[in-house]
């Protein structure tokens, strides 16, 4: 089947829909560290990179994207069932300029959507490689793409596999993205690149009151558990309009139903952010921001006591899967957590 197909079709019409991330996966995919204005130490965010690709390779192989010169430098860190890839990029979020996986409901076949991306509304004007990869990579693997006309990022979308897509107004409908649709437009488009057919829409981060230069993707909001069931994060030390962001996103969960019609389950992460990143303009201390492998949670870790205290949570909510911990204090300034840096292909 060709890019032509799915761009006269759609992968809704054709029968492709975006499995939820605990679905088995076939590898996951991630991206080379480069030099970003918020790292100090790229050599740090390199070796913790590395660390992460290397506790999600205990459960499923890993594909490194290397811009070009880097090979030899990824290779020294990372272990042999972490595959390179040599391909131009900018930066260093996969989950974001890679492609949203897709597979046939009845065939089992696998395809991909290629987001138009723009640096989160403009972010950075370096981008044009970054731009391109989602597209490189279904090429390289040789499986149909649909280029969705909706600028978009990865980390904007949590998906159930059942029917239900849960974004971010602040991001889909930003004039910095998509100036020129409606929520409604939006919605067509969003349900017809990844099968669903329930869109909830969270509030996100309206008036860009944080300092998540995402304009306040969804991964750092909530996640789902199963179908029916998400985890919302909650930080006990926000006060003021940053709180009530949060209240907001929580209400608007409350008062959604999926695409079966239910109300959500709501489990609540409840965390004391408080001296995590002190001093960082842009640090991701989401814990939230996990990555879920063939059998494993690849969690974030801070240093600090609540560590231990998610770490028995994510247990506690995922029993049949190992949750190992990784320290991403060299990455979090950088805006970004390990759900940010990686991205699922399901078998």
């Known amino acids: 089947m060709s890019d032509i197909d799915l761009i006269?079709?759609?992968?809704?019409?054709?029968?492709?829909?975006?499995?939820?991330?605990?679905?088995?996966?076939?590898?996951?995919?991630?991206?080379w560290p480069t030099t970003h204005a918020q790292w100090s130490d790229i050599e740090a965010v390199e070796r913790s990179y590395a660390d992460v690709a290397n506790t999600i390779a205990k459960f499923e192989p890993v594909t490194m994207v290397v811009a070009p010169g880097r090979v030899e430098r990824a290779r020294v860190l990372c272990n042999d069932a972490v595959s390179l890839l040599e391909l131009a990029n900018d930066d260093s979020w996969m989950r974001d300029i890679g492609p949203s996986f897709l597979k046939h409901a009845q065939t089992g076949e696998v395809a991909g959507t290629a987001w138009r991306f723009n640096c989160w509304g403009g972010a950075s004007p370096r981008y044009q490689e970054d731009a391109q990869v989602a597209g490189r990579i279904l090429n390289h693997l040789g499986l149909p793409a649909y280029h969705s006309s909706l600028v978009m990022e990865g980390g904007a979308l949590h998906i159930d596999g059942d029917g239900t897509l849960v974004t971010t107004e602040s991001v889909v409908l930003n004039e910095n993205r998509n100036w020129n649709l409606d929520k409604t437009q939006a919605e067509i488009e969003l349900c017809r690149a990844t099968g669903a057919t329930k869109v909830v829409w969270l509030p996100g981060d309206l008036e860009s009151e944080t300092s998540d230069m995402t304009d306040g993707h969804v991964d750092g909001v909530m996640c789902f558990v199963k179908p029916g069931v998400v985890m919302v994060e909650r930080d006990v030390s926000n006060e003021g309009v940053v709180a009530e962001i949060e209240r907001e996103n929580r209400r608007a969960l409350e008062l959604a139903t999926d695409a079966r019609g239910r109300h959500f389950e709501i489990i609540d992460l409840v965390v004391d952010h408080s001296g995590i990143g002190e001093g960082f303009e842009l640090y991701c201390s989401s814990y939230i921001n996990f990555y879920l492998p063939n059998g494993g949670v690849v969690m974030p870790g801070y240093d600090v006591d609540s560590d231990h205290r998610v770490?028995?949570?994510?247990?506690d909510v995922f029993p049949d899967r190992q949750v190992e911990m990784v320290d991403i204090r060299p990455i979090a300034p950088g805006g970004g957590g390990i759900h940010c840096i990686t991205q699922q292909q399901p078998a």
Do not use: I
Not at 311 to 315: F, I, N, P, R, W
């Open 8 to 31: 006269a079709n759609t992968p809704a019409t054709l029968g492709y829909q975006m499995p939820g991330e605990w679905a088995k996966h076939e590898r996951c995919w991630m991206v």
């Open 311 to 315: 770490k028995k949570l994510l247990a």
